[in-house]
């Protein structure tokens, strides 16, 4: 993980502004929400592949979907309209930087034509086989990574055999990597006597062929006069978290709750789903909380039990907040709450090509998130530098060091950029790199869809068209519904980062779902390649050792874990370490440098024992440890093992030890046949200092001397072999 130096204050350049979080005190999190008893939802049936058409079609369609917001934003949104009419256009410049990737737009499909909705509200998924599942508010589709269309149907299809009579809004999907399944979860109804949550997991990885099992929860769960609105999903390693905004069917937001939902009994079709509700979730500020999001892992793999939200304030503010379940339901799992301090506002509603009519941009509620490498990255809209015009905020936010937290701004003056999405775009989890996707008006231009891409040092590209649109949105009159989100998911088994997009543009005054294929020319980052070693590792109590950091990639910090060892943790490059207690013993050693970290476990690295019982001195004066019946050596820290054959063919020694008086060190061998041999002297950190020799010797006795005086006083090791084993491995003392 990269380490970020906290700096207060902002950076300009290039028209997109960084700031870093100040160097806050670290603060306890605080416990925050109720937890339910442990509930069922029942299933209410499985649905085997795409269903014929209802030839009723007795729903009653909305021509509009309307999200309930506070007047507040309204009235601050209309004031930013008078800032942008004199903002200066072009601040931001939509440039690249750093090693940010210019997104490439490959397979592009259209989906839908909205003749009945708006707002689009646009979801899909794609599997690791290249399977596609969108969905609108109109209808839910399939088709292959090439881009050919398998299957469609109206959502009153889809449900047709369910008797739903109200409508059926704010579809959202997602693919669990890790069970190769999808989920579909969509809202019916918009008062308290009729809401519901459809939840339909794939009966394996072709739904549009094999099926769904579908579940019906509460969308009055408190039992309030309240119905369900804009849900947002994730999983983790074990369940489904379904979070919803509650209203009040005689108006007003009521608060945000929580479903955390046994995936498995889905994925098993079992006759209900266990679940538990969160409700009385309030921010770090002791307000209500608003449109909590869930942070899926963001590449192929999973984390858990615990699962992590991101939430901001609708309106704008100070806080951005991030939320923690910390264990499985059903459990001792608590929901606690923390935040960072971050500035952010509304916008003003967009202009369009070829229309004086507005397209409404949303707010600032969190759209998008995933969580990876200990860091949730997530975003939202925002006003971008004061300007009135939209623009997307990205967070990336370590759950264990908040306050090191990172964020930048996309935007640019002249054009509105809202509904943004992300996902991951790094070859591993050690890259930070993102995709980021959004849709964009402006006065020049009709609506459409665009990417960026966010390196690894928070760097921006220039953005990329998706696709453009070819009038303006003429449907219900100013403003316009946009939204209400889009949506972005990586193919996590794809060879190279690839993520796929579905948004909106406009046709003919209409919306049209599009989804497409993204990648780019990925430059990878990479962390530390882990190595090291130590002087010693075989010893008596106490028994004291020198470790060695020898990693590549230039690591700027080192964290160590000393199992029996005192210290038992060391951030230092080449600690120092003592071993009092007998036993074997692990070493582990993490390393970051600028792009990631990358960790190294040896077991058993270390053997402390009282050796003096199983201790063989052979003629020649060479130890020999008997460990559990076996015979080793030293050599470079580490026991080698010998042979019986060889413990009897070896006589060696070297002498005078240490080397004071003297000026000549010798090495008597000994050999009972012609043997290659290599003499070194090493440093203690394992440096060669002198290959002495190298050669073929026959068969008999042998004396290998040197002069003390080539090297300085200090401590030596001298490592003789013959082929595979090893005669002398011997540390050395030189005193003048």
């Known amino acids: 993980m990269k380490h970020v130096v906290p700096a207060v204050g902002l950076i300009l350049g290039m028209g997109i502004t960084q700031a870093f979080a100040q160097s806050l005190p670290e603060v306890a999190k605080n416990t925050t929400a109720h937890k339910s008893e442990l509930k069922s939802a029942q299933k209410i049936g499985t649905l085997q592949g795409v269903q014929e058409e209802d030839e009723w079609q007795t729903v009653m369609k909305k021509v509009a979907i ?184 005689g108006g007003g937001f009521n ?19 266990d679940y538990q509700l969160w409700d009385g979730i309030y921010d770090a500020n002791g307000s209500r909380a608003f449109t909590v999001v869930p942070a899926t892992y963001g590449q192929q793999g999973t984390y858990g039990p615990e699962m992590f939200f991101v939430s901001s304030r609708s309106g704008g503010g100070s806080r951005f907040y991030y939320y923690e379940i910390t264990d499985d339901m059903n459990s001792n799992a608590q929901m606690t709450v923390d935040d960072i301090n971050v500035n952010y506002s509304v916008s003003g509603d967009a202009n369009q090509l070829g229309s004086f009519g507005l397209v409404d941009v949303g707010d600032c509620r969190v759209q998008s998130a995933f969580f990876l490498n200990g860091v949730i990255h997530t975003v939202h809209a925002a006003n971008y530098q004061n300007s009135g015009y939209s623009g997307v905020n990205y967070y990336r936010i370590p759950v264990d060091q908040p306050t090191f937290y990172e964020t930048t701004s996309f935007g640019q003056t002249g054009f509105d950029y809202a509904y943004p999405s992300i996902a991951s775009f790094g070859l591993d989890e050690c890259d930070k790199s993102v995709m980021v996707g959004a849709l964009r008006t402006g006065p020049s231009i009709y609506p459409e869809m665009r990417v960026m891409n966010c390196d690894n040092g928070m760097q921006w590209s220039a953005s990329s068209q998706i696709v453009g649109g070819n009038s303006p949105i003429s449907f219900i009159g100013s403003p316009e519904r946009w ?173 005078p030890n240490p080397i004071s008086s003297l000026e000549m060190m010798y090495v008597d061998i000994e050999i009972n046949e012609a043997k290659f041999l290599n003499a070194i002297v090493y440093d203690m950190n394992g440096r060669e200092v002198k290959n002495l020799f190298s050669d073929y010797v026959k068969a008999g006795k042998h004396q290998l001397g040197f002069n003390k005086h080539a090297l300085p006083s200090g401590q030596y090791i001298l490592h003789l072999k013959s082929e595979s084993n090893i005669l002398i491995n011997e540390k050395i003392i030189v005193q003048h």
């Not at 034509?113 to 707002?119: A, D, F, I, L, Q």
């Not at 692990?586 to 077991?603: K, M």
């Not at 050599?635 to 054959?645: A, K, M, N, R, T």
Request: aromatic residues 12%.
């Open 66 to 249: 309307y999200h309930t917001k506070p007047d507040s934003i309204d009235i601050a949104k209309s004031a930013q309209l008078a800032v942008k009419a004199v903002a200066e256009k072009g601040i931001g410049m939509d440039n690249p930087g750093g090693r940010a990737v210019t997104p490439i737009i490959g397979t592009g499909i259209n989906g839908t034509t909205m003749s009945s909705y708006t707002p689009p509200d646009n979801t899909m998924a794609i599997s690791n086989g290249g399977r596609i599942v969108a969905a609108d508010n109109e209808d839910i589709s399939y088709f292959n990574e090439t881009g050919t269309s398998t299957g469609v149907q109206t959502h009153t299809s889809f449900f047709n055999s369910f008797s739903t009579s109200s409508s059926l809004f704010d579809p959202k999907l997602i693919y669990d990597a890790e069970e190769d399944r999808f989920i579909y979860v969509i809202l019916h109804g918009a008062h308290y006597t009729n809401s519901k949550i459809f939840v339909c997991f794939s009966t394996s990885n072709d739904p549009e062929n094999d099926g769904w099992e579908v579940y019906e929860l509460p969308g009055n769960p408190l039992n309030d006069y309240s119905w369900t609105d804009y849900p947002s999903i994730g999983v983790n390693a074990n369940e489904l978290f379904i979070s919803t905004n509650l209203f009040y069917s």
């Open 255 to 273: 608060e945000t709750v929580i479903y955390q939902v046994d995936k498995f009994d889905g994925y098993n079709g079992n006759s209900s789903l």
């Open 483 to 655: 939204g209400d989100y889009s949506s972005m998911q990586r193919k996590h088994n794809a060879s190279s980062p690839e993520v796929w997009m579905s948004g909106c543009h406009t046709v003919s005054n209409r919306y049209r779902t599009h989804i497409a294929e993204i990648k780019g020319d990925y430059l990878p980052s990479s962390g530390p390649g882990i190595d090291f070693y130590s002087n010693d590792s075989v010893g008596e109590p106490v028994f004291t050792i020198n470790f060695y950091d020898n990693s590549s990639g230039n690591p700027v910090s080192w964290k160590w874990s000393f199992e029996g060892g005192t210290p038992s943790a060391s951030t230092s490059q080449n600690p120092l370490v003592s071993y009092v207690d007998t036993g074997l013993f692990d070493v582990q050693l993490i390393a970051w440098n600028d792009d990631c970290f990358d960790s190294l476990t040896i077991e058993d690295m270390i053997h402390v024992q009282k050796l003096t019982a199983d201790t063989i001195i052979l003629p020649g004066g060479v130890t020999v440890y008997v460990i559990d019946g076996d015979t080793f050596q030293t050599w470079g820290g580490e026991l080698v093992p010998l042979g019986i054959d060889d413990v009897a063919s070896v006589q060696n020694r070297a002498y």
